[in-house]
């Protein structure tokens, strides 16, 4: 199962709004709701951010927000915030019953 | 609160073998799934295996099957990874994660540990 394509990087100024795309194929991203998004600060354990495409954890900013069109899923992040610069991963469920990521977008605010 | 506490890296030999263990507290652990996922060292994250409250469903990738065995003991909160005949290119961090419901498929990975670090090298 070969990771899901992600930009390695993506910038913003603050308060603007920055868009991560998440690219799969009909087997993994296009197939199910299961796409999900983590946050990783550096050091740190991923964070989950975004769930079923486009549903967020309980108590998380609704800054950040999930869609999906055919095989490719998206993370937008609004407003964007200092605390926001991080790595992020997308994650699928797959049609082969298996879980794979994608290859992560390191988001820098300028 | 949940609580992932991850246990049992370290510097092996390739060829040799290393058991992690992960501790479980905070929720009812045998009414969850649980997987670990690991990440080199500046890479990203991999899914590496995943296994039902029962044991009854277990998943690989395919990086490591045939060489790592999950486990669990829910009697003892307990997560385990055995992982033998181990290669350089199995270096990363490990981490424990929490599913999301108590079957493996579907879903995503809910609350994480902080890892254990493995090194092959000789």
Redesign the interface.
């Known amino acids: 199962?070969s990771?899901l394509t992600q930009p390695a990087s993506v910038s913003g100024s603050p308060g603007q709004s920055i868009t991560i795309s998440c690219t799969g194929t009909s087997s993994d991203v296009g197939d199910?709701n299961?796409v999900?998004w983590?946050q990783q600060h550096p050091g740190?354990?991923?964070?989950?951010m975004i769930?079923?495409v486009s549903n967020r954890p309980s108590g998380l900013s609704n800054r950040f927000s999930g869609s999906r069109s055919g095989n490719t899923a998206s993370l937008t992040i609004s407003g964007l915030q200092a605390e926001d610069e991080a790595d992020y991963?997308c994650?699928s469920?797959t049609s082969s019953?298996?879980?794979?990521?994608?290859?992560?977008t390191k988001v820098t605010v300028l | 609160e949940v609580q992932l506490v991850e246990s049992g890296g370290g510097l092996v030999q390739p060829g040799r073998s290393l058991r992690l263990s992960c501790a479980a507290s905070g929720f009812t652990f045998d009414d969850y799934a649980m997987?670990w996922?690991r990440q080199a060292p500046g890479k990203?994250?991999?899914?590496v295996s995943?296994i039902s409250w029962n044991s009854g469903t277990i998943?690989y990738?395919?990086s490591v099957k045939g060489r790592f065995t999950i486990s669990r003991d829910n009697a003892k909160n307990s997560l385990y990874l055995q992982m033998n005949s181990l290669r350089p290119e199995d270096t990363a961090l490990y981490?424990c994660s929490q599913h999301?419901r108590d079957s493996l498929?579907?879903?995503?990975?809910?609350?994480?540990?902080?890892?254990t670090l493995v090194t092959v090298s000789s």
């Open positions: 199962q990771a199910n299961y999900s983590y740190k354990a991923p964070k989950l769930y079923d991963y994650s469920y019953s298996s879980y794979v990521f994608g290859s992560g | 997987h996922v990203g994250l991999e899914w995943g998943g990738a395919d981490y999301i498929h579907p879903g995503y990975f809910d609350n994480w540990g902080q890892g």
